[in-house]
């Protein structure tokens, strides 16, 4: 919480329900081989918003990543826990969260995964797509 006056009229239980997608999971639960997607730029060049890597240690303060794609591949990094304030007005308390900054990423959108090299792809084109030329893109950029 970042006001205390505030801290006695939400409940824990309230805050933690919070789900946002700028921010990971309240119960982030990381395993080893898990492929993440990292949230925030850490170090420019090599971590930045959106970088998918691959966890191959953790515990509850930091977590070892290998960059899984770019330039950068195969690098390790250390991911700690940094404060995460979410920037949504519309919700009912400001509040921070030291977290991180790691979401699972078992799947991505065509946006996310643009400008990176993959070696298997598959699109799911169930539901129509918002901007024209984007599915063409996506599957002739493979």
């Not at 006001?3 to 997608?21: A, K, M, T």
């Not at 990971?24 to 925030?40: A, D, E, F, S």
């Not at 290998?66 to 304030?85: C, D, Q, T, V």
């Not at 598959?122 to 063409?136: E, M, Y």
Request: glycine share 4%; hydrophobic share 40%.
């Amino acid at each position: 919480m970042m006001d205390n006056g505030q801290s006695v009229q939400f409940p824990v239980e309230f805050l933690n329900s919070i789900e946002i997608s700028e921010l990971p999971p309240h119960c982030l639960q990381l395993k080893i081989g898990t492929p993440v997607l990292l949230m925030r730029s850490l170090k420019p060049p090599e971590l930045i918003n959106g970088t998918r890597c691959i966890v191959v240690s953790c515990n509850p303060n930091v977590a070892e990543v290998k960059i899984a794609a770019s330039a950068y591949k195969e690098w390790r990094h250390f991911i700690p826990r940094i404060p995460l304030e979410p920037s949504n007005t519309q919700l009912p308390v400001n509040f921070q969260r030291r977290h991180l900054p790691l979401r699972p990423c078992f799947a991505m959108t065509m946006n996310k995964a643009q400008g990176q090299t993959l070696k298997y792809v598959g699109l799911d084109l169930r539901q129509p797509v918002f901007t024209h030329g984007v599915a063409g893109e996506s599957i002739f950029s493979v």
